[in-house]
């Protein structure tokens, strides 16, 4: 049921913002969602009542009014969406299945698929210890927004 609400919140950031990419606003909506319920509680999984992690409630509970005016947002282009598929190894032609754009390559793709400009990443520790990725923000706030 998430999916209506979140669409209709896009609609209404966009109203509200008509200059912001999809990808700004999705940063908006996923950087200002709560991680505690109204009581501030840590949220709790629905399927049987523990606490949730991550991968179970996502960003967290959307929170509207914070997404409004988030101060920054990660973005990301169109051509950044199609380095990061490529950098996971999608065929060209899968890309241009997703994308519905022809004329698709991979002569550009991320050494890493953790260089997509994203609120979010999960790291795989394999032999690695140390990962680091970079983040561009863009203020979309008043000077010195956090």
């Known amino acids: 049921m998430s999916c209506p609400h979140i669409s209709g919140l896009a609609a209404l950031l966009k109203a509200a913002h008509p200059q912001w990419s999809s990808s700004a ?13 109204n009581t501030k509680s840590q949220l709790r999984d629905a ?8 991968w179970a409630h996502g960003a967290g509970h959307v929170n509207p009014h914070k997404a409004l005016s988030p101060g920054l947002v990660y973005d990301a ?5 199609i380095k990061f598929l490529c950098s996971l190894e999608y065929t060209p032609e899968r890309i ?7 004329g698709v390559n991979c002569t550009k ?6 260089q997509l ?12 210890r140390v990962v680091r990725y970079t983040r561009v923000l ?9």
């Open 25 to 37: 606003i999705k940063s908006a909506l996923m950087t200002t969602a709560d991680v505690h319920d």
């Open 138 to 146: 863009t203020n979309v706030g008043e000077a010195g927004s956090v």
């Open 77 to 81: 282009t169109p051509s950044d969406y």
């Open 47 to 54: 399927a049987g009542g523990a606490f949730s992690n991550p």
């Open 117 to 128: 400009n994203y609120p979010s990443f999960s790291v795989l520790f394999g032999g690695k």
């Open 109 to 114: 793709r991320f050494s890493d698929p953790g």
């Open 96 to 102: 241009q299945l997703i994308t519905k754009r022809s």
